[in-house]
Nanobody, 118 residues
Framework: EVQLVESGGGLVQPGGSLKLSCAGSGFVCDQFQMSWARQAPGKGLEWVSGITTTGRTPYYADSVKGRFTISKDNAKNTLNLQMNLLKVEDTGMYYC???????????RGPGTQVTVSS
C-alpha cells in the first residue's frame, strides 16, 4: 500500500522558516516525480514545487521561488521542503504528492498544517 506522511508543519511568524518532510512507503521514490502542494482556507489546491525522479531538477511556483527549496532523498524515500522568509499568504495545509513534478495531481498524504502569523 502506498503511503505518504508529512511532518514539520507548525505556527511561525512572518519571515521565519520551517522544514517539511514527507516519508514515503509502499513504493520506491526514485521511480516517481514528486511535488508539494498546498491548500489555503477556502481556496483550491495549489501546486508549490516539484522535483524529478532523480532529484536533480527542481521546479517552483513563482510565488515561492527564491524562498523555498525542494529536495529528495531517494535512499531514505523522503521528500523535503525548506521554507524560508515565510509570508502570511503561505498559510495552508501542505501535501506531499506522488505523481508529477509540475502539478498537484497524484497520490497525496494527509497533509501538515503551516500557519504564518504574528
Amino acid at each position: 500500500e502506498v503511503q505518504l506522511v508529512e511532518s514539520g508543519g507548525g505556527l511561525v511568524q512572518p519571515g521565519g522558516s520551517l522544514k517539511l518532510s514527507c516519508a514515503g512507503s509502499g513504493f520506491v521514490c526514485d521511480q516517481f516525480q514528486m511535488s508539494w502542494a498546498r491548500q489555503a482556507p477556502g481556496k483550491g489546491l495549489e501546486w508549490v514545487s516539484g522535483i524529478t525522479t532523480t532529484g536533480r531538477t527542481p521546479y517552483y511556483a513563482d510565488s515561492v521561488k527564491g524562498r523555498f527549496t525542494i529536495s529528495k532523498d531517494n535512499a531514505k524515500n523522503t521528500l523535503n521542503l525548506q521554507m524560508n522568509l515565510l509570508k502570511v499568504e503561505d498559510t495552508g495545509m501542505y501535501y506531499c504528492v506522488r505523481g508529477s513534478a509540475f502539478s498537484a495531481a497524484g497520490i497525496r498524504g494527509p497533509g501538515t498544517q503551516v500557519t504564518v502569523s504574528s
